[in-house]
Structures are given as C-alpha cells and as structure tokens.
C-alpha cells in the first residue's frame, strides 16, 4: 500500500494491519484486506479533528488513550439500517406475540439508528393494542453515537416514505417550521426500548434472562467464525426452549445444529441441550 500523492495523511500497509489488529482485539470484527480505502477515509476525520499529522501517530495515541478506543470504535463501523427492513422476520414476531402474549423479553443485539427496535416496538404495540404492554424491548450497540439517535427517533420523512399512512398516524410526529422534512417517534413509542451500549465480545452483557426473542441481524458477519459460535452459544444460553432467534439475510446458522434449528428464513430455534 502505497501512499498517494493526493493523500492528507500517511497511511502504511504496517499501519493498515495495527487498525485491523485493535479492532479485532476491542471488538471482534475483522477487517476484509480490500477494506484499506475505507480505514483510510472513516479515521482520516479522527486525525483532523486530533490535529495529528499521521497515522501512525494516530495508533500510538489511541495505544496510550483509553477515551479515544471508543471513537475508534464507531468510525469503523458500520450502521446500515431501515424501518421493517426483511418484513418477513416482522411478521414472525407478530405470529410469535400472539401465541405467546404474556411477559416477554425481546433483545435487538444491534439496534444502530433505533429503526430495527422502534420496528420491534411498533409490532408489539400493534399485537397488544397498546403502548402499555408485557413486553420489555432492550435494544444495544457498541456505537455510542448510533445509540444517542436511536434515544432521540428523530428520522427523515424519506425514512417513513414506504410505511403504511396508519403506522405514520400512529407512531410518528411531523416535524414543523426548523423540523419540517423530519419526523419522530412518539414518546409512548420511545419509552417501550431501553438502550444500552453493549460490545458482544465483552465477558459481561449486563442483561437479564430468559430473553425470549433476539434479534442479531447482519452482526455476525463481522466476525470470524470462532467468534460467531462463541457469541451465539453465549446467546442461546440466555434463551427459553421456545425462544426465537432471528439473523440477517446474509446469515446462516444450519450448521450449527448443536446450538439452534431452522424454524423459518433465517429464524432458528434455540436447543436446549447447547453448552452454556
């Protein structure tokens, strides 16, 4: 890898690798050998905003700076969310709610922006009649900034645009004067998720269980396979017999037949005889 004439920055092939190594090590995500230009462009504005003239520099800094590990953190991530995105795994939730309505838990293991939970909440709240339900909703992320917009559900109108005129009456605020062209979430809505910050590869999760239902969608491709297992056994231990564990499209756990079953597209059914 070779620095560009264009470029602001010196970036190494040496420096590459140490980014590729504290992020697997902090976070369990492991960066594609392709992945360079975008490390380069997302740190690039850590550096500037640093005032520190190289990259280098930059990762001895963030080696010496444990305030700085979390900004680190949610540049390289990445957030690409939207409402009801994957319908199908939103109407297995609402089969699942009304056979089972009684006190339930559901954890979103990536909740990004807060579209995927707010999705989670707008089905309960549709299954119960009411924003005053059985249900607890935790949502979290690793992202410290995702999670401050995902508390605020404050979204773009082009976000709603594909959502039925009911669920827009319902759960959504126009935004008027400086807000127009935005909209939010309503509180009744809001104050059904809780956020946490939680990193999947921390020993401790700070939940409580039975959680009933988890959604881990388009997560674990981002880590290696032994982290993937590691994580899921971690997540089925905390599940009931008839618990639903629903993954992303470009997930797929049919092999891992000790620890869960197909019981729909990509939704799986926890085996309780998995080590814990």
């Not at 380069?40 to 520099?57: D, E, H, T």
């Not at 690793?142 to 645009?161: F, M, P």
């Not at 039975?210 to 491709?221: G, K, L, Q």
Request: charged share 25%.
């Amino acid at each position: 890898m070779k620095q560009s004439s264009g470029q602001e920055f010196s970036f190494s092939k040496k420096d590459f690798e140490r980014v590729r190594q504290v992020l697997y090590a902090k976070a369990g995500i492991k960066l594609a050998d392709s992945k360079d230009s975008l490390v380069y462009s997302r740190l690039a504005r850590r550096l500037r905003i640093l005032n520190i003239q190289s990259f280098q520099a930059y990762l001895d800094y963030l080696e010496k700076t444990p305030e700085e590990q979390q900004p680190f953190i949610n540049a390289l991530t990445t957030n690409l969310t939207a409402f009801f995105r994957e319908p199908h795994h939103f109407d297995a939730l609402a089969e699942y709610l009304k056979k089972n309505k009684r006190k339930l838990t559901i954890w979103c293991a990536a909740s990004s922006t807060g579209e995927e939970p707010y999705s989670i909440a707008m089905i309960v709240a549709e299954c119960f009649g009411s924003f005053d339900t059985p249900v607890s909703i935790v949502a979290s992320d690793i992202d410290s900034n995702v999670l401050e917009k995902a508390r605020n559900g404050i979204y773009s109108v082009d976000a709603v645009k594909k959502l039925s005129a009911q669920r827009c009456r319902q759960f959504f605020h126009r935004g008027t004067g400086r807000n127009q062209g935005k909209v939010r979430i309503v509180p009744e809505l809001r104050k059904m998720v809780l956020y946490k910050q939680i990193n999947l590869m921390h020993s401790n999760w700070a939940l409580s269980y039975p959680i009933d239902i988890i959604f881990c969608r388009n997560v674990m491709i981002y880590f290696d396979k032994p982290t993937q297992v590691s994580i899921l056994k971690r997540m089925i231990a905390l599940m009931p017999a008839n618990g639903m564990y629903v993954a992303g499209h470009s997930e797929n756990f049919n092999h891992q037949r000790e620890l869960v079953t197909p019981m729909g597209q990509t939704i799986y059914a926890p085996v309780k005889s998995a080590p814990e």
